[in-house]
């Protein structure tokens, strides 16, 4: 297995079970990215993608919005020096016009102190959907098409990767979603990279998702025999 996704669900249910405020779960479960970090890198996983933040959560509060990025923030400078000593390469993956100066410079920032590491490359899907990914590779193939680039009529699957954020990484192996039984799906986490993934539904919450889960969680997927449609 060489790439794992997670779709980390669950913060602010675990806080309400626990009688904390919202915001207290995005912060015990930010401690818990980077432990899922070193547990990839220990089980020699080469590639690690997170949902942290989808196109739809821009719907939420201000007050959280502001809160999850500070984490974010907080995480990539803090953290930048500890990921290039583990070799672990730092990717962002999602639309980012809608990110302050700020937030660009941090993001460009690990990723080019990063760039060169080589254990684990971490892709975060931050502002994320993968209807609008796939949207926006399909704008960047029809301009190529305009200018001249590219023959519309030679597009083939693997062409069209090329044009996704998640370019030059190999599909999805296993998803692993936190959270529960009442959410037993994908919710528009890279469609186009998980059509051959294998699902493994969690019913902790992503603060309380552990190391036994994570190890039950790879078991689930040596114990399938996996056709990919042959």
């Known amino acids: 297995m060489r790439h794992i996704g997670v779709i980390m669900d669950g913060n602010r249910r675990w806080?309400?079970?626990?009688?904390?405020?919202?915001?207290?779960g995005h912060n015990k479960g930010a401690e818990n990215f980077g432990h899922?970090?070193?547990?990839?890198?220990?089980?020699?996983?080469?590639?690690?993608?997170?949902?942290?933040?989808?196109?739809e959560n821009w719907k939420r509060t201000e007050q959280e919005i502001r809160h999850l990025f500070g984490l974010m923030e907080k995480y990539f400078l803090e953290e930048k020096t500890?990921?290039?000593?583990k070799g672990v390469r730092i990717k962002l993956i999602g639309e980012r016009t809608r990110f302050d100066a700020r937030v660009k410079s941090i993001i460009k920032d690990i990723e080019t102190a990063t760039a060169h590491c080589k254990n684990l490359c971490v892709q975060i899907a931050l502002s994320y959907g993968g209807r609008d990914e796939i949207v926006r590779a399909a704008k960047k193939f029809a301009a190529e098409i305009s200018d001249g680039s590219i023959a519309g009529d030679l597009l083939t699957e693997q062409g069209f990767e090329k044009y996704l954020d998640t370019a030059g990484i190999p599909d999805i192996d296993l998803v692993i979603r936190t959270g529960g039984a009442e959410n037993r799906r994908l919710s528009n986490f890279l469609p186009w990279q998980t059509v051959y993934a294998e699902l493994f539904f969690s019913d902790l919450m992503w603060p309380e998702f552990t190391r036994e889960e994570f190890d039950r969680a790879l078991e689930y997927y040596h114990g399938v025999k996996r056709k990919l449609g042959q």
């Open 15 to 24: 806080a309400k079970a626990h009688k904390m405020e919202t915001l207290q």
């Open 36 to 55: 899922v970090c070193d547990w990839c890198l220990q089980a020699g996983v080469e590639y690690l993608t997170v949902y942290a933040f989808s196109t």
């Open 82 to 85: 500890r990921c290039v000593e």
